[in-house]
């Protein structure tokens, strides 16, 4: 069982302009993912656009990533996008056979009409009955249709049950953070932080990593936080303000604005996403020159940082 920790993002998935999965920017993707020293990958999310995926395309994007990233780090993957509970058994024991190293199921659909607990372990007990038992699992508190966060019981049933390696916390809450820590320690389970504006002290709180969207942008500032912040705090708080006010662009057009900021980058080639069709630098005024001191503020640190 490998442990997800560290910096993990949350991929994209490049189209072509004609709508299908862009495999030659994908595999130019993992490449800029593993150059930035990230240290886990999470394959079909939300950032992937899940929901827009059929299954037969979720599977081999998952299992596109595992052939390309060849054991350098550990890659996790989701689309668990269902809500009938047939169907997600069926998505997600299709996912488990893709060579993942951990299956990572969203909250929302194991109680998808936010019934409560009483639904949720209905779904998640069936579940776990339908999966291999040797297969590690994760948590997302995915926000579409609806952010769906563990109660405490909830939380410590999943950690205590020693199937869980990793939550993928969206409680945006460092109280939240602090308290699950506790909750799971002496488990498996790993809280990893999605929320850039508290990455920092949840990071000194025990969270271990961060998994939110900017590890789109510059994975690597959030890498050298995580594995280096502790050592030199008063660069690791002023670093952390910078990240933090950048990921405020999610806003503004995510992830077709990340998708802008990897072609400016030579990733790939397409902007297209399935779930933002709006001409995002028409829209949001400004947006293009934001990119641009994105890209040149994350040159300036990682030059610092590298220091």
């Not at 909250?107 to 007990?125: A, M, R, V």
């Not at 502790?230 to 995510?254: D, I, R």
């Not at 001409?279 to 994350?298: A, P, T």
Request: proline share 5%; net charge negative.
């Amino acid at each position: 069982m490998k442990k997800i920790e560290g910096i993990v993002p949350v991929m994209l998935t490049p189209f072509t302009s004609d709508n299908q999965i862009d495999y030659s920017g994908l595999e130019k993707l993992i490449r800029w993912y593993l150059q930035e020293g990230v240290d886990a990958l999470f394959a079909v999310c939300q950032s992937s656009e899940m929901q827009y995926l059929s299954l037969e395309e979720r599977v081999n994007l998952a299992r596109f990533v595992v052939e390309k990233v060849k054991g350098q780090v550990p890659v996790i993957a989701s689309g668990h996008i269902s809500d009938d509970l047939t169907e997600q058994t069926k998505e997600l024991q299709a996912m488990a056979t893709t060579g993942i190293d951990a299956l990572v199921l969203v909250t929302n659909h194991l109680d998808p009409k936010n019934q409560g607990s009483e639904t949720f372990y209905t779904h998640l007990n069936h579940l776990l009955e339908a999966l291999p038992a040797d297969m590690p699992l994760g948590l997302y508190e995915c926000p579409a249709p609806y952010r769906r966060l563990l109660s405490d019981e909830e939380f410590s049933f999943c950690a205590n049950s020693g199937r869980f390696v990793v939550l993928k916390d969206v409680s945006c809450d460092l109280p939240t953070v602090e308290r699950r820590v506790k909750l799971a320690a002496g488990t498996p389970l790993a809280i990893i932080n999605a929320n850039a504006a508290i990455a920092w002290p949840a990071i000194q709180a025990g969270s271990k990593g961060f998994s939110g969207v900017f590890t789109n942008f510059h994975p690597g500032l959030y890498h050298w936080l995580y594995h280096h912040g502790a050592q030199q705090p008063e660069k690791a708080h002023e670093l952390s303000l910078f990240l933090s006010l950048s990921a405020v662009t999610e806003t503004l057009g995510y992830p077709k604005n990340a998708k802008i900021y990897h072609q400016r980058l030579g990733t790939f080639a397409s902007e297209h996403c399935r779930v933002n069709k709006d001409n995002v630098l028409e829209k949001f005024w400004g947006l293009g020159v934001l990119l641009d001191q994105i890209h040149d503020g994350s040159a300036l640190w990682q030059a610092r940082v590298a220091k």
